[in-house]
């Protein structure tokens, strides 16, 4: 199975906007694209799904061009407490017809200095 | 974390031991997952369970063992065959397998002594 690609870390300051990227060539069509957060030591932390076009909830927005092929989290002005590792979980083709095996990407170490 | 318990928070393994962790979740969710995080590893999966009395390996399966034998619980054993079992373990569960969101819970940490 082909596998998703997100940066390792990133740095931002306080009140900026962050936009963290993940590339994933052999998604499905079958299944949602979903991000989470993660502190240390603790388990992951539900932030934003969608399946096309762009998804706006409380925390973030979540972009995904129709083609599928990346999806782009958008966190507007971050704060300290946003300091923390991003995740997408995506649905990659297997090997059979229509299978899909939903895939973890390896984390985005975010750190916003104040 | 949301209804799903691990237990224990840390666990110490001895040399040629079987160890198992516990999962338990009271949302009345159909699949169940376990994942192993490594430093700069992200999460792999290790087995998940779509229905009870039902289970399929995922990327990392050797050495692991588990059973569904009633749908709030879900517990993985390492056993000695696993030789590097030192890691953080990941227990999740959703509505039903693919296309619903999954919820983790605090995840067992352990070691080997």
């Known amino acids: 199975l082909a596998k998703t690609t997100q940066p390792i870390s990133m740095d931002s300051y306080e009140g900026q906007e962050v936009n963290i990227t993940c590339s994933h060539n052999?998604?499905?069509?079958?299944?949602?694209i979903t991000w989470y957060q993660q502190f240390p030591s603790q388990g992951p932390r539900f932030i934003i799904q969608?399946?096309?076009t762009k998804v706006t909830n409380e925390v973030a927005s979540l972009f995904i061009p129709a083609d599928r092929k990346s999806s782009t989290l958008s966190l507007p002005r971050v704060s300290l407490s946003d300091t923390a590792v991003y995740y997408c979980?995506?649905?990659?083709?297997?090997?059979?017809?229509?299978?899909?095996?939903?895939?973890f990407g390896k984390g985005t170490k975010l750190s916003v200095i104040p | 974390d949301g209804g799903i318990t691990q237990s224990p928070k840390y666990l110490f393994r001895k040399e040629g031991q079987n160890v198992t962790l516990s999962c338990e979740q009271n949302?009345?969710?159909?699949?169940m997952y376990w994942y192993r995080q490594d430093p700069g590893q992200g999460l792999r999966l290790i087995y998940y369970?779509?229905?009870?009395?039902?289970?399929q390996k995922g990327d990392i399966a050797e050495g692991y063992s588990v059973s569904r034998e009633k749908k709030e619980s879900f517990p993985l054993t390492v056993t000695s065959a696993q030789k590097n079992p030192t890691a953080f373990y990941l227990c999740?569960?959703?509505?039903?397998?693919?296309?619903?969101?999954?919820?983790f819970g605090p995840g067992t940490r352990l070691l080997v002594l």
């Open positions: 999740a569960s959703s509505r039903r397998e693919g296309r619903e969101t999954q919820y």
């Open positions: 052999n998604i499905a069509t079958n299944d949602y």
């Open positions: 969608g399946y096309k």
């Open positions: 979980l995506v649905p990659l083709r297997g090997s059979g017809a229509g299978s899909y095996q939903l895939t």
């Open positions: 949302l009345n969710h159909d699949a």
């Open positions: 369970s779509q229905i009870v009395n039902d289970f």
